[in-house]
């Protein structure tokens, strides 16, 4: 995979973990009127709209399924998990980290050129 591609990836992956992360704040707002109204629910859904024309752009020119999609998950684990961790003050175990080590020397693995 191209360091473009990578890159590029990447940065789809963040959008939509930063939307998420905009999705909760606009949730502590409070209440489903005032969360769908907030300028965070309209960031986060454009966020979201740059990563599905990133992934419709992947999947045109050949990307493989099984390996955009499982470092897609990995990077978003690791971002969600730093925001939830760092942002809101959430705890992660240690089996949790040994989890997400894993999961990403996995994702490192499978891109390795035999």
Request: glycine share 10%.
């Amino acid at each position: 995979m191209k360091l473009i591609h990578i890159t590029l990836m990447v940065l789809a992956v963040i959008a939509v973990a930063v939307g998420d992360v905009f999705l909760k704040k606009a949730a502590l707002a409070g209440g489903f009127t005032r969360a769908m109204t907030s300028p965070w629910m309209a960031a986060a859904i454009v966020l979201y709209l740059y990563q599905i024309i990133f992934f419709t752009y992947a999947f045109l020119t050949g990307w493989q399924l099984s390996v955009i999609g499982s470092m897609q998950t990995v990077l978003y684990a690791l971002i969600i998990l730093g925001a939830g961790v760092l942002y809101f003050n959430e705890s992660l175990s240690l089996g949790q980290g040994i989890g997400v080590a894993m999961a990403f020397a996995g994702v490192m693995l499978m891109n390795m050129e035999a």
